[in-house]
Each structure stands twice: as structure tokens, then as C-alpha cells.
């Protein structure tokens, strides 16, 4: 069983010499350091959260459910939606070989929470001596493997490698398969470029240039900035070598955090209700998705259940989010999301009496309802 920390499974943001993510296991002054806290934060901050809880038997909660709202990695679902209707319909091997430098190609190094040097230890890939790298970029996983590096891990780079082989109408089409109109699909790669200096070429004139774009501005100037650096060996040096230094600290990724890649919590529900409930079409592609969505907890994660798919997202400045899928062994789901935005950096450090807070909801009725009360509604009835 992996850790709750490959839950969150952060697009974070790091430098090269210090991460920007807080020691998780320490606790800051002041912050909301187990579940029961995370509740009362609730009741003051509801302006800071979507909700859209759903236990599969008639409770429901809804909390600003159609305010759109930052993803963070939690929208990696959609990629591994349409990464499995593609296999469903035979359109990629889930065997295909797939060059680690094509990989990495998209990787900012030490800006994913360690999620990229994590993946490639699971595949049983030696590191170069830097330890974020493969030792041999010649070598090649396969396509599924980066649906595991993607969810299991979060590693962006995989993300974005799918992202591109499949292709944004695909993605879009997987997740309007499930009610999700509209998806706002952003290269990742391309989204942290901008937060590093918000144009496509020379020296930074204004950090977090890109955070004033307007979103469709800004989708293309990213996805420029991806291609440029997956493409241009000396452009990457260049970012690495002058931008990285420069990075803005938690605070200052905050305005690039807030206009980062959206969703209304409803839309990422409706996506982990339909793959985990199997309500999905192709039928083939749930089964596929939910192998990996369900990896981190495995069998019969708490007694009635039978498995929890799960993804969740954080980005320094002050976003964490979760999705869910939650299956009984009565043949009921229990589903949901909940996503967060504009915490403090204490806050943001609390990340794992969330986690628990949100799986507590997931799996217990009588939590959900706790959840309902502080956000100032009850299950069945459309809060504010």
C-alpha cells in the first residue's frame, strides 16, 4: 500500500535547491492538524471550497459544486480516461514502447514533488547521478507504465507525454463521456513554464506574467512553452540554468495558482462516479482506469468496501483537490469531490489530516454528514 502522501500525488512546485512543499510531517502554528480540525476550518473558509459528495445511496451533498475552481492533478483523471478508451478501442497498445527521453522530454526537473525519480524506482529504472533522471534515456517503458507513473506517482512529464499522443479533442471526448462538457485541458509542462516567467522566449521581464492572461491567452502560450521545451535541448538548459533561480515562493505562486487549469467539483465527480460505478463507454475503458485508480489502496480498503479509486492534486499557492470513487461490496459507489483553494502555506501543510478528513467522507456516511454540517447543508439539500 502506498502512502498518503502518493495520494495527493502534487503537481507542486519546487526549485532545484529547496522545495516549496513543507516537511508534511511537521506541524505549522495554527494550522488544522487532524480531521475534527479540518471541519471547523470548513465552517470558516466555505468560500474556499466545491463540493460535490455523493454516497450512492441517496445522500448528497452540494456545496458551490458548479463554481469552477483549480484542479491541480486531480485532473490527471481525464487523461487516464481517454488513455483507457483509447485501449478499449484499440487505438494504443498498452504495451507500446515508449523512449525515456521522449518521457522526459516534458520533465521540469524537482518541480513535482519527487513524483518523476519515485516513478522510475518503481519500474525498477536506474537514476543518473543527479537522481531525478533515468541513467539510460534509451531505454523504454511501456505506454502503461506511464498511466502508472501518472496516477500511482503523479509525474507530470508522463502526463503531458499522453496529453500530446492522444491529443486534447480525445481528452475532452473522455470526459464529456461522463457529463463533463468543456474541459480545461492545459499542458502542465507548459502551465509551470509560465509560472517560471509567463512568456515564450527571452530573459523574465514579470513573474507570473501569464497569471493576468485571459485562460485561452494563456493555453497557448503554454503549450508553445511545452513544445519549445521538449523540442529545444538549449532552451531547457537555459530555464533550468536562469529561471529555476528566480522561482516566486508559495505566496507568490499563488496568483499563477488560482488561474491554473478548472473544474466545478460536480464535473470531476461525475468523471470517478462514472468509471467506478462502470456507467462509462466504451464499457471496456472503466475496468482499465480503475486498475489504476485503484492501485494505491488495493482490496477491501475498509470493511462493506471492496476497492477506493482516488486522485488527488496539490499546487503551491494554495490549491489541494480530491476525487473519488469508492466501491461497496454491495455493488453501490460511494463518489465525489472536494477541491480547496487559497490556503495559507500552514494550511497547505496539513495536507494529511485532509486526506483523512475526505477518505473519512468517502467511506462513512455519518462523516459526510459532518462534512454537509460544515459546509452549512445536509446531504440531499443544494448548499450555497
Known amino acids: 500500500m502506498l502512502s498518503r502522501r502518493h495520494l495527493l500525488g502534487a503537481a507542486a512546485l519546487a526549485v532545484p535547491t529547496a522545495l516549496v512543499l513543507p516537511d508534511l510531517a511537521q506541524a505549522a502554528p495554527g494550522a488544522p492538524a487532524t480531521p475534527e480540525a479540518w471541519l471547523e476550518w470548513l465552517r470558516g473558509n466555505r468560500t474556499k471550497v466545491g463540493a460535490h459528495l455523493d454516497d450512492g445511496k441517496g445522500g448528497v451533498v452540494r456545496h458551490r459544486q458548479d463554481a469552477a475552481q483549480p484542479l491541480a492533478s486531480a485532473m490527471k483523471v481525464v ?129 507570473l506574467a501569464g497569471a493576468s492572461m485571459d485562460p485561452e491567452a494563456r493555453k497557448e502560450t503554454g503549450s508553445k512553452l511545452a513544445r519549445r521545451y521538449a523540442g529545444d535541448p538549449k532552451y531547457r538548459e537555459w530555464v533550468i540554468t536562469e529561471l529555476y533561480p528566480k522561482m516566486p515562493g508559495f505566496e507568490g505562486l499563488a496568483p499563477w495558482a488560482d488561474r491554473s487549469w478548472a473544474a466545478p467539483a460536480r464535473d470531476l465527480a461525475k468523471l470517478h462516479r462514472a468509471l467506478a460505478t462502470g456507467n462509462y463507454r466504451p464499457a471496456p475503458a472503466a475496468p482499465l482506469a480503475r486498475t489504476h485508480l485503484e492501485r494505491s489502496f488495493g482490496p477491501n480498503p475498509r470493511p462493506g468496501f471492496e476497492a477506493l479509486g482516488f486522485k488527488g492534486g496539490s499546487l503551491s499557492g494554495g490549491i489541494l483537490t480530491f476525487g473519488f470513487g469508492a466501491r461497496r461490496t454491495d455493488g453501490t459507489v460511494s463518489s465525489g469531490a472536494i477541491l480547496f483553494r487559497g490556503l495559507t502555506l500552514a494550511e497547505f501543510s496539513q495536507q494529511r489530516p485532509l486526506i483523512d478528513l475526505v477518505l473519512n467522507a468517502a467511506f462513512d456516511p455519518a462523516w459526510q454528514r459532518r462534512v454537509a454540517e460544515a459546509l452549512g447543508t445536509r446531504p440531499g439539500i443544494l448548499g450555497g
Open 79 to 207: 487523461h487516464l480516461a481517454a488513455y483507457a478508451t483509447a485501449v478499449a478501442e484499440r487505438r494504443q497498445d498498452p504495451k507500446r514502447c515508449v523512449r525515456i527521453a521522449d518521457w522526459e522530454s516534458y520533465y521540469l526537473p524537482n518541480m513535482d514533488g519527487g513524483a518523476h525519480p519515485a516513478a522510475l524506482k518503481h519500474l525498477k529504472i536506474p537514476l543518473d547521478p543527479s537522481g531525478l533522471y533515468a541513467a539510460d534515456p534509451q531505454r523504454v517503458v511501456s505506454l502503461d507504465d506511464l498511466a502508472l507513473a501518472m496516477i500511482t506517482f503523479s509525474d507530470n512529464a508522463a502526463t503531458d507525454y499522453l496529453a500530446v499522443l492522444l491529443g486534447e479533442p480525445e481528452l475532452r471526448r473522455a470526459a464529456a463521456v461522463a457529463g463533463w462538457a468543456r474541459a480545461d485541458i492545459r499542458m502542465i509542462s507548459g502551465e509551470m513554464l509560465i509560472a517560471l516567467h509567463g512568456k515564450d522566449s527571452g530573459p523574465p521581464e514579470a513573474p
